[in-house]
């Protein structure tokens, strides 16, 4: 990549809340050997889309891997994005009949009913897809919302089959400008929302007398989104998975300051690296036109302080090392739409749908800690919500390890992340 489209790719990265190693990971996969697994041991296993060549496992517990082709029928696993062999293997004897082999745990792809659609929202053709447990049964469905990513949810999101194998019905669609989607890419989150809303129409259509209870799981961005559709057109249910209660800009500004305070700094630093996420979030305000010279001042005034090199937040960071031109000409693209004061707060005082929201207590690019604080308020104020903090989670809700060079390479997911949305979409009482 040339310098001009790493700036904007990092950028990008940082604004769609996804780390660079799991961004690479937006690459089709044989068709065939993806699917839902039951193993004879009873537990579900998922095979997607991974790096190029790779496919890569994950389970309901968490646990991920990638695999790497070691023969014609043997894949070998590394443990989570870390690179490190961690002992499992997958054998495909016959792809087209569905056959595998799991650390010698024989299995069975099954028999997930999906039908693809296309439907309309403000005018844009949008690309979906529904998924379905087999047989008759009603089931409940969940449409998931997803992030600012551009990268296809119909290739790469697993928790359509996931769910689907834990007998949830799921709709998953490409946001527009994205995948085989129309229009151009946006994040207005009223735009998004409606969009969302159109989906779960298209989906309750689609699965007819099947359909029982439907709500949203939204991840990230979605965060935003799911709790506005659900007030304009009310559903059953709304999943939050590392969302936030505050608006972008407070969301680059919690993250300032946590970034400082990991780094040792105190209050009088925070207060003025919190001077550079004002000026940033002028220049995203103005949608990349103005602002530029107030940006450079600051820089300026405070480049050579031992603080400034910790700055990371949500977005700020990565302006930071980008130049003005750069921003300008590529991130108005990347980012259209943004509403960096959106209060979701009118929102979620006003909404009676049953809420979770599940977030990391490491996530760097989300922090929780005044999302929780408004969340115990709106639980005191009668609204239905619940939520669980990972503590040792970052953002995409994914556990870590730190390089030697203080990077976090992602091995896993929490336990109890995916049984906490499926039992709350069930309808069952959280486990204890």
């Not at 839902?36 to 991974?50: K, T």
């Amino acid at each position: 990549m040339t310098g001009k489209t790493l700036a904007a790719a990092a950028l990008l990265l940082a604004l769609a809340g996804m780390s660079p190693a799991l961004a690479a990971e937006a690459v089709v996969a044989p068709a065939c050997e993806i699917g839902s697994y039951r193993l004879v041991d009873g537990s579900a296993l998922d095979i997607g889309p991974g790096a190029a060549g790779q496919l890569r496992w994950r389970r309901t517990d968490g646990l991920t891997g990638a695999l790497i082709r070691a023969g014609k029928e043997r894949w070998t696993s590394t443990y989570g994005w870390t690179e490190r062999p961690d002992g499992h293997t997958l054998t495909i004897t016959d792809c087209g009949r569905g056959g595998i082999g799991f650390d010698d745990i024989a299995g069975q792809r099954e028999a997930l009913i999906q039908r693809d659609t296309r439907f309309e929202s403000n005018g844009v053709e949008l690309a979906g897809r529904l998924t379905l447990p087999p047989g008759r049964a009603r089931v409940p469905i969940v449409v998931l919302i997803h992030g600012a990513e551009h990268s296809s949810a119909l290739q790469d999101y697993w928790l359509q089959r996931q769910f689907a194998s834990a007998g949830i019905g799921v709709f998953a669609y490409d946001k527009r400008g994205t995948g085989a989607s129309g229009g151009r890419y946006s994040q207005n989150y009223l735009l998004l929302a409606t969009d969302a809303i159109q989906a779960a129409r298209e989906a309750r259509r689609l699965v007819g007398d099947r359909a029982g209870r439907m709500g949203y799981q939204g991840g990230s961005q979605g965060g935003w989104v799911a709790p506005l559709a659900a007030r304009i057109e009310p559903v059953d249910f709304v999943i939050v998975s590392f969302g936030l209660a505050v608006s972008p800009r407070e969301e680059d500004r919690e993250a300032i300051a946590a970034d400082l305070a990991r780094a040792g700094f105190g209050g009088v630093e925070t207060a003025k690296a919190l001077e550079v996420a004002d000026a940033t979030a002028a220049i995203v305000e103005s949608d990349f036109r103005e602002g530029f010279e107030r940006l450079d001042e600051v820089k300026r005034k405070y480049a050579a302080q031992p603080w400034f090199s910790a700055i990371r937040g949500n977005y700020s960071g990565f302006m930071l090392s980008a130049s003005a031109q750069d921003l300008r000409t590529q991130a108005p693209a990347l980012v259209a739409g943004i509403e960096v004061r959106y209060d979701p707060m009118p929102v979620l005082n006003n909404l009676a749908v049953p809420q979770l929201w599940l977030l990391g207590g490491q996530d760097r690019d989300a922090p929780p800690g005044e999302t929780v604080r408004r969340l115990d308020a709106l639980k005191q104020s009668g609204r239905p919500i619940d939520y669980v903090v990972f503590p040792d989670a970052d953002h995409g809700l994914y556990e870590f390890e730190t390089g030697k060079e203080g990077e976090r390479i992602s091995t896993r997911q929490p336990q109890d992340y995916f049984p906490r949305m499926r039992d709350f979409i069930l309808g069952r009482p959280a486990a204890k």
